[in-house]
């Protein structure tokens, strides 16, 4: 199965409305994070409130993909400019459920036909991933908080191969 021969373009209905939309590819979602942090003026994520980075995202992904507008939004240039907020945030909900639906289909299409990267390239890093890891595959995945991060290199004090707290690992040096 060729990925380059499904169709990104979805068309949907809002408001009465039909839309149509491209599924960006992963470049384009890449673009579309740098105009983000662009838009933002490149400051650390955690310094923006998650409400103003989220709906930033929104309006630029919009922006981005949202290609053939009805008449009565063919003057818009940019979903920031839009005043009802709560019509873009519902409008970016109906795309998000085309772009979840074009991924399953997606999906479900590589599992029936096989997937051409994985049939035509035996070696390779696309030979380790897997779909669905089984549960013993799994382990979690160390959380940390401020109190927790005793290094305070931003690690709570595990360490990446050992997963042992480092005083811990030091105490066993010493000993």
């Known amino acids: 199965m060729n990925p380059f021969s499904v169709n990104s373009i979805v068309d949907f209905r809002f ?4 839309w149509k939309a491209k599924i960006p590819t992963p470049r384009q979602n890449r673009e579309i994070d740098v105009e983000v942090s662009k838009r933002l003026g490149g400051v650390p994520v955690h310094s923006v409130p998650e409400a103003t980075y989220n709906y930033t995202a929104i309006c630029v ?4 993909c949202i290609i053939d507008y009805p008449e009565e ?3 818009l240039t940019d979903w920031e400019d839009y005043p009802d907020m709560e019509a873009v945030l519902e409008l970016h909900g109906e795309f998000s459920k085309q772009q979840e639906r074009f991924y399953e289909e997606l999906s479900r299409l590589k599992k029936n036909k096989g997937s051409s990267i994985h049939s035509s390239r035996n070696s390779g890093i696309l030979d380790t991933v897997q779909d669905e890891p089984d549960s013993e ?4 995945i ?7 991060n005793e290094s305070g ?3 709570g004090g595990f360490q990446p191969h050992t997963g042992e707290k480092r005083e811990t690992r030091k105490a066993r040096l010493v000993n």
């Open 142 to 148: 160390p959380r940390t908080n401020d109190s927790d």
């Open 15 to 18: 408001d009465g409305l039909i």
């Open 73 to 75: 939004y063919k003057h």
């Open 137 to 140: 595959s799994r382990r979690p």
């Open 61 to 64: 992904t919009l922006n981005r």
């Open 153 to 155: 290199n931003g690690t």
